[in-house]
């Protein structure tokens, strides 16, 4: 086809978002050029890959025209490299949609994160993020003064296409040459790439990236890639390298170079299945989207690729793992509806859950650096395991890590850790949950603890409190929450005269009676030394952080009453007691309850009616004033 016809042909503008890309794409990553070539060979594997799941799923495709494979053509003299597949191929709307205007929502972010780098560190992050946001097709500008695209998709009736572009502001899309359904990318490479006309090079970089494509990939009627399913090789001859290719291959290099965690094995009892899981080295935010379709396996029946992602493979909290599943004894006709049911994905899905557990334990005993890595990673998903899976509750018990008062700020500990540190006398798991630790930390529950000298485990994700309350004890050591219920730290209790007592009983009624039943209960507290008083949920209600979220997502929510304790050593509760004995009717003593319970929700960060406590601090001051004014200089009743 000669250029005059381009001329007649409709031209498309790109999306000025992708002209931009491609600038930074071409500019940047000119040094590493050669991944241009792993780009197309994978959406060459790509489109193989989605021409078998379509055929499977949908009647009256033409049939699959040979071998699927790829095939490498190099040109010297025209300076082309071609790369060709027998794949699903593109309509013309799709062409023009999916190589052209590109609406991913990645490409914006992609562009903030390329201007944020500096002209150093450029390169390297830049190829990462090519990967991250799929905007692989353009790197194809690196090399090339035109990208051709001969393509015809395989649903019926589409025609052929081509796809033409010189990577400069627009493309043309004409009819096209092809008989067959496929895509063919002709590269017309600059003249300072023509290293990619030669046999070697392009070799070379074929076996670096793309080895494990599991599709032949053919240069001058030779398959240069090894072609194998890797997870049906022995575990013993698969590389770390070569791990950290095949994860990038299946990952699109989105998730890193390497994985955290990799689990390769193979069963024959109860069902036969050959697994190859990895643990990406970050979360991705789709992870943590609810309702969104989230990452699964890939499922292969005997060799055949018949779901891209299985969910049903992984129980939820192990929605991280990435990897292949090709099992002998699912059915080839199995689909997404029916797949959940299947007895066989069943068995895998409980098989997998064991082996991966295992070798998270394994991981956490042999490389505590590495593990910590993948807590801090995946941690926040796999502890929803805890409430979700009782049959595995102990194994991911065991797995989860937690900082604590002891410990500091960024420090793990473990649940055993905790256990072995623990004196004998101890009889519980002590936690506190909040949302950020130093919020936690100022809480007045913490107080005894810290003058004990007893580690309490700090839980300052959102999901804490669900996961603590769904494990009640870790290794028959209850977990108790230290704000709920009565706290029974054993040893002697402060003492205190028996006057005390009764004039503290005074206080707690007088509060009571001013607080009327916007609280469950009054009492003395064992929990406290600095402070006057905290606020307590009941044992087995949920904790106000909890109650909090649910409000703010149902305002119909009940909020669950709470009780307060009042430490009968500080002074104010001292006075508030000589002053009950003395009139328990006295107006003073209704206002300090009211703001002892504003101080007790303020200790938490909360302020229930800013307006109110403005007022009865007001109140408080005037009375303050006007007793040192008038003389009475210590303010205090007696
Ligand atoms: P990604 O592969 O991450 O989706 P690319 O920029 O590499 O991003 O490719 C963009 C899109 O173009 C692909 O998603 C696919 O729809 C289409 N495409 C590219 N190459 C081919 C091909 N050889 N056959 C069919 N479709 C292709
Ligand atoms: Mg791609």
């Not at 903030?112 to 190829?127: D, F, N, T, V, Y």
């Not at 004998?424 to 603890?449: C, M, N, V, W």
């Not at 500080?570 to 009211?594: V, Y």
Request: proline share 5%.
């Amino acid at each position: 086809m000669s250029d005059d016809q381009v001329k007649d042909a409709t031209q498309f503008e790109f999306k000025a978002q992708v002209q931009q890309v491609l600038d930074l794409v071409i500019n940047s990553l000119y040094t590493h050029s050669e991944i241009f070539l792993r780009e197309l060979v994978s959406n060459a594997s790509d489109a193989l890959d989605k021409a078998r799941v379509l055929r499977l799923t949908r009647e009256g495709l033409a049939e699959q025209q040979g071998e699927p494979a790829i095939e490498i053509e190099l040109d010297a003299k025209a300076r082309t490299l071609t790369i060709a597949d027998n794949g699903i191929g593109m309509t013309r709307e799709e062409a023009i949609d999916q190589l052209g205007t590109i609406a991913r929502s990645g490409t914006t972010d992609f562009l903030k994160k390329m201007e944020g780098l500096g002209k150093h560190e450029g390169a390297e992050s830049a190829i990462d993020l090519i990967g991250q946001f799929g905007v692989g097709f353009y790197s194809a500008f690196m090399v090339a003064s035109r990208v051709d695209v001969q393509t015809r998709s395989m649903l019926p009736g589409a025609e052929p296409v081509l796809w033409r572009s010189g990577g400069k502001g627009s493309f043309a899309v004409l009819p096209g040459e092809r008989e067959a359904p496929g895509t063919r990318v002709t590269v017309h490479l600059k003249e300072d790439a023509d290293e990619f006309c030669h046999d070697w090079r392009v070799e070379a970089v074929v076996k670096k990236y793309s080895d494990f494509v599991t599709y032949p990939i053919r240069l001058g009627g030779k398959v240069i890639n090894r072609a194998a399913a890797p997870w049906r090789l022995p575990k013993a001859q698969l590389s770390l390298q070569e791990h950290g290719e095949f994860f990038k291959h299946l990952t699109g290099a989105r998730l890193g170079d390497e994985p955290l965690v990799t689990v390769h094995y193979a069963v024959d009892a109860p069902v036969q299945f050959h697994a190859l899981l990895y643990v990406p080295p970050r979360a991705t935010p789709d992870l943590f989207l609810l309702g969104r379709e989230r990452p699964g396996l890939r499922l292969y029946a005997r060799r055949v690729l018949i779901m891209e992602s299985c969910e049903s493979l992984t129980p939820g909290y192990l929605r991280f793992l990435r990897g292949v599943v090709d099992s002998e004894d699912i059915p080839l006709n199995v689909s997404r509806e029916t797949v959940q049911e299947d007895k066989a994905v069943r068995q895998i899905e409980a098989q997998l859950t064991k082996q991966v557990l295992k070798a998270l334990k394994e991981l956490s005993e042999q490389d505590a650096d590495r593990y910590e890595k993948f807590w801090r990673a995946m941690g926040p998903i796999l502890k929803e395991g805890l409430a979700t899976d009782w049959k595995n509750k102990d194994a991911i018990a065991e797995l989860c890590r937690f900082e604590s008062l002891q410990g500091g700020p960024g420090k793990l500990v473990g649940l055993g850790d905790y256990l072995a540190a623990k004196p004998e006398s101890q009889k519980a798991i002590y936690y506190l949950t909040g949302t950020d630790r130093k919020g936690i930390e100022r809480s007045p529950h913490l107080e005894i603890f810290r003058q004990r000298g007893i580690d309490v485990l700090l839980l300052a994700d959102p999901i804490d409190e669900w996961v603590a309350s769904a494990l009640p004890e870790f290794e028959k050591v209850p977990l108790v929450s230290v704000a709920h219920g009565e706290l029974d730290l054993g040893g002697e209790k402060p003492a205190a005269g028996e006057t005390e007592d009764k004039r503290t009983d005074a206080a707690v009624k007088a509060i009571r009676l001013a607080l009327g039943d916007r609280v469950d209960e009054v009492r003395p507290s064992t929990r406290l030394t600095d402070s006057a008083c905290c606020l307590v949920s009941k044992t087995g209600d949920p904790g106000a952080n909890l109650d909090r979220l649910m409000k703010m997502l149902d305002e119909k929510a009940v909020e669950h009453r709470r009780i307060l304790e009042v430490n009968p050593n500080h002074p104010l509760i001292k006075n508030a007691a000589a002053l009950a004995e003395r009139d328990p009717g006295s107006s003073h003593l209704q206002l300090w309850a009211e703001l002892l319970f504003d101080q007790a929700l303020l200790a938490e960060g909360v302020v229930a009616d800013p307006a109110k406590l403005v007022s009865r601090i007001q109140d408080l001051l005037v009375q303050v004033s006007s007793a040192v004014v008038g003389g009475n200089g210590d303010g205090q009743a007696h």
